[in-house]
């Protein structure tokens, strides 16, 4: 098979047949589909994520207008309302305490188990 060394397929890395379409940016159309349906599933991955940071910015949200300033709480109260630790967007430092972003909320879990909210 004739190929031209700089032209590899996007999908899989391999070199790209001359005998394909000069545009083309995959070796075959198994390429093309399966690079198709992993960024479908990427697009889909992300939409969720964005669901699970603005939920859990609804929970914070929730709480913390029945709290005081830097009062802080059972870790329980978020948990039981679905809470989903892995999902923020940074880390920051508030006043001298790393907090976990997320859009308009952040927190911070401490080791005994309690969380400080910070409106941001
Ligand atoms: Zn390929």
Known sequence: MKT?????????????????????RYCCNECYYENKKS???????QKNQERELFSNDRIIDTLYKN???NQVISAKELI???FNWSIFTGLIEVEGIKV???QYYG????T?????????
């Open 80 to 82: 039981d309302r679905n």
């Open 107 to 110: 927190y911070t879990l401490f």
């Open 67 to 69: 709290i005081d300033k």
């Open 100 to 102: 976990k972003k997320l």
């Open 39 to 45: 960024r479908a599933s990427e697009k889909n991955r």
């Open 4 to 24: 031209i060394e700089n032209r590899s397929c996007d999908y899989c890395g391999d070199a790209i047949s001359l005998d394909r379409n000069m545009n083309s």
């Open 112 to 120: 005994n188990q309690t969380v400080n909210l910070w409106k941001l």
